[in-house]
């Protein structure tokens, strides 16, 4: 293990910041691979975010997660975003680097990984569950990954509106929005179903098949009601777990280099979420 004179620092800023379990991921993850940083978990206040991210600078702390509404808060905050942290106009990381601090948002690239494993994503007909800024993050890498067309299913019809146009300000897929309504009927050309929706959304989903591939950013130790639908018709289905394990990797390989063993991560996440 190395001993450097001063630690390296990466952190978790919340609003709150309890009950999340980067901390846990990643101090595991730095252990395995022999490196003596430190990682912290911090409440920030929404309208101190500002301060908090000069304090990250000032203190030369090697990044930060950032979680709840403080990710879109962030981006005003940060002279330089990454492009899917621009398009999704929020943060989930920010990453020191010599010209100061940048923005990244990695939820898009994780639920990208997670589908490798069962679908590939070029030529793929897509309906996107939800608008805010995890939707953002996975239409923009689906899109620039090849996905045919990208349906938006937003209960914020505005904001649903939104996400077609800048997904056809880039000239990608195909984009269009699909009414919100309770029951929510999957078209039958449709081959991925991606939610972002909250846990406790009482939407309905209804035309799921056994060819389906159906993630869901839900992170919770049960299957979600999306989860469990896609399970009930023999449909692939890909939890909120799987996701935010993928996604924790690419967070520790953007501060490390180092591929963590997500597997591994799998298994922490299982514990700490059934503690």
């Not at 997660?65 to 002279?79: D, I, K, M, N, V």
Request: glycine share 10%.
């Amino acid at each position: 293990m190395t001993s450097p004179a001063l630690q390296e620092i990466i952190a978790l800023l919340g609003c709150p910041a309890a009950g999340n379990p980067a901390q846990y991921l990643h101090e595991r993850a730095l252990a395995g691979a022999g490196l003596d940083w430190r990682f912290l978990t911090l409440d920030v206040a929404a309208d101190r975010i500002g301060a908090a991210l000069a304090g990250i600078a000032a203190m030369g702390f090697r990044g930060c997660l950032l979680s709840g509404p403080l990710r879109t808060l962030a981006a005003e905050h940060l002279e330089t975003l990454s492009p899917t942290a621009s398009f999704a106009r929020a943060v989930s990381l920010v990453d020191r680097q010599s010209t100061g601090l940048v923005g990244h948002m990695t939820d898009g690239r994780g639920l990208l990984e997670s589908l490798r494993a069962h679908v590939d994503a070029a030529g793929a007909n897509v309906l996107i569950l939800g608008a805010g800024a995890a939707a953002r993050a996975a239409a923009l890498e689906l899109s620039l990954a090849g996905a045919a067309e990208i349906l938006v299913c937003s209960r914020g019809g505005d904001r649903g509106a939104a996400l077609v146009d800048a997904l056809a300000g880039i000239d990608a897929a195909r984009a269009a929005q699909l009414p919100w309504q309770r029951e929510v009927v999957v078209p039958e050309h449709v081959g991925v179903v991606v939610s972002t929706l909250p846990v406790q959304s009482d939407v309905v989903l209804s035309g799921l098949r056994r060819d389906h591939v159906v993630a869901d950013f839900a992170l919770v130790p049960q299957p979600s009601p999306v989860v469990a639908a896609a399970h009930a018709q023999g449909a692939c289905a890909i939890d909120g777990l799987e996701i935010h394990c993928a996604k924790t990797a690419i967070d520790f390989h953007t501060w490390t280099g180092i591929e963590p063993d997500t597997d591994l991560l799998r298994d922490l996440l299982d514990e700490y979420l059934n503690a």
